[in-house]
């Protein structure tokens, strides 16, 4: 082949470079894009049970222009060990050419993409999208929803709650780097009377939050995402169910949101992300419950934000920062 036909290596980009392209208003901004966008395609994720009790996951999604691929492993055994429990990448070709146009890391995009939905979603639903703000887990997602919501909805107040206390005085100190006051709570049942805005985001291996939250408060749930899994008692969430709304990702939840299932709930029935953006708005009664078990979409949506910034960077390199879910 001539040089002339010889193809450019598509780049791959670490961790920190790939936050470096999903600020977080425009992350929730095209995710937005995606839900009205009428070319996306989005099939059913295939899971894969490993061998030795990691699961593989192939998340594929395309537009008119991007067709992309998350190809991700979770490995619950790395837990406490220095490799991640969240490997994998997210690759995106041209639709047009079928040309590789990026390798991204994966588990930035999944965090960053989640924590993205939840701010979309507190956008249109949170009553007092100010806080002060509950976070329950303080992982990866716990560090992304964090800055999601103090850069995204200008949170200024954090209460920060995790089976480990060297974990949460890590984010709670990362919160204070933002601008944020934070402190390390004990009780996250004590404090959800305290806190109009809550997010969960723990491995959810066993409900960690029971008492109903106050009238006005948003709750953003976001570590269960099989039928057997569940952060939050059947209890609250019949509570919610009743006297608020619940709203769901995608129509998958209906066989994929195990706090609601196990509380009984029918999940069809509920609405989706979609239509609360393209129908009438919710009426702000009663406390709202955001119920995300992830979606390719989101993914694709991180993957056109990405093609489009990187395009305009050119071969410039990005800022130096810290890859997320390193916090300082």
Same mark, same amino acid.
């Given at each position: ?11 791959? *980009? ?23 966008? #009428? /070319? ?6 295939? $899971?894969? !049970? *490993? ?12 537009? /008119? ?8 492993? *979770? ?15 997210? %690759? ?6 079928? +040309? ?11 965090? =960053?993409?989640?924590?993205?939905? /939840?701010? &979309?979603?507190? =956008? ?11 976070? %329950? ?26 089976? /480990?206390?060297?974990?949460? +005085? ?42 109903? !939250?106050?009238?006005?408060?948003? $709750? ?10 569940? +952060?939050?008692?059947?209890? *609250? ?9 619940? %709203? ?5 939840? =209906?066989? +994929?949101?195990?706090?609601? &299932? ?13 239509? %609360? ?26 993957? =056109?934000?990405? #093609? ?15 890859? &997320?879910?390193?916090?300082?």
């Amino acid at each position: 082949m001539s040089s002339s036909h010889r193809l450019e290596p598509s780049p791959t *980009l670490d961790a920190a470079a790939t936050a470096a392209l999903l600020p977080w208003a425009a992350l929730a901004d095209e995710i937005a894009a995606v839900l009205r966008d #009428v /070319s996306v395609v989005v099939p059913a994720r295939s $899971v894969l !049970p *490993l061998s030795l009790g990691g699961t593989l996951f192939v998340m594929p999604a395309t537009d /008119s222009r991007v067709a992309m691929t998350k190809l991700i492993t *979770l490995t619950p055994a790395n837990t406490g060990t220095p490799r991640p429990t969240i490997q994998g990448d997210v %690759v995106v070709f041209d639709v047009a050419t079928g +040309e590789r146009r990026l390798v991204l890391d994966g588990p930035t995009i999944t965090a =960053r993409r989640t924590a993205a939905a /939840s701010l &979309l979603a507190a =956008r249109h639903l949170a009553q007092e999208p100010q806080g002060p703000l509950l976070i %329950v887990g303080a992982g990866v997602q716990g560090l992304a929803h964090l800055e999601a919501f103090v850069q995204g909805l200008g949170v200024q107040d954090v209460r920060v709650a995790s089976r /480990s206390a060297a974990s949460a +005085e890590a984010l709670a100190r990362h919160a204070r780097a933002l601008g944020a006051k934070a402190r390390v709570v004990t009780d996250a049942d004590a404090e959800v009377r305290h806190c109009p805005l809550i997010v969960t985001c723990t491995p959810a291996h066993r409900v960690v939050l029971c008492t109903p !939250p106050l009238a006005d408060a948003f $709750v953003a749930a976001v570590g269960a995402y099989t039928p057997t899994m569940a +952060e939050l008692s059947p209890t *609250l969430c019949l509570h919610i169910a009743q006297q608020g709304h619940i %709203v769901v990702d995608t129509p998958d939840a =209906r066989h +994929e949101a195990g706090d609601l &299932l196990q509380a009984g709930l029918d999940v069809g029935a509920m609405p989706t992300l979609r239509e %609360v953006l393209q129908g009438p708005r919710i009426q702000r009664t009663g406390p709202v419950l955001f119920k995300s078990c992830g979606w390719a979409g989101w993914d694709l949506a991180a993957a =056109r934000l990405a #093609v489009r910034a990187h395009g305009r960077a050119g071969a410039a390199a990005p800022a130096p920062g810290l890859p &997320l879910g390193v916090i300082p």
